[in-house]
């Protein structure tokens, strides 16, 4: 494996790990389901939502944060 596909992977992995919610009292990771996460694309207005581990069955609550970035270019190319 060469250096950029490792370090793409270790990327992505970290990605992963940074958009994934793991329970505070067992640390288990719940798994990326939307149906269960609590999404909504612009940021949680209503304040932390509950949620319950699937490990150990205890209540914790997640509160969802979104940022954004955006590329500005003089014309359509430099904007991509």
């Known amino acids: 494996m060469s250096t950029f596909e490792e370090r793409m992977q270790k990327l992505m992995a ?3 790990e940074r958009e994934s919610i793991r ?3 067992c640390g288990a ?3 990326n389901d939307d149906q269960q996460y ?3 694309y612009w940021g ?3 304040g ?3 949620m319950e581990c699937g ?3 205890k209540e914790f609550f997640v509160k969802e944060v979104v940022s ?3 590329v500005v270019g003089k014309d359509e190319v430099s904007a991509a």
Do not use: L, M
């Open 14 to 16: 970290e990605k992963e």
């Open 23 to 25: 329970c505070p009292w």
């Open 29 to 31: 990771k719940k798994e």
């Open 38 to 40: 609590p999404v909504s």
């Open 44 to 46: 949680s207005e209503d």
């Open 48 to 50: 932390p939502a509950s």
């Open 55 to 57: 490990s150990c069955e």
């Open 68 to 70: 954004r970035e955006y």
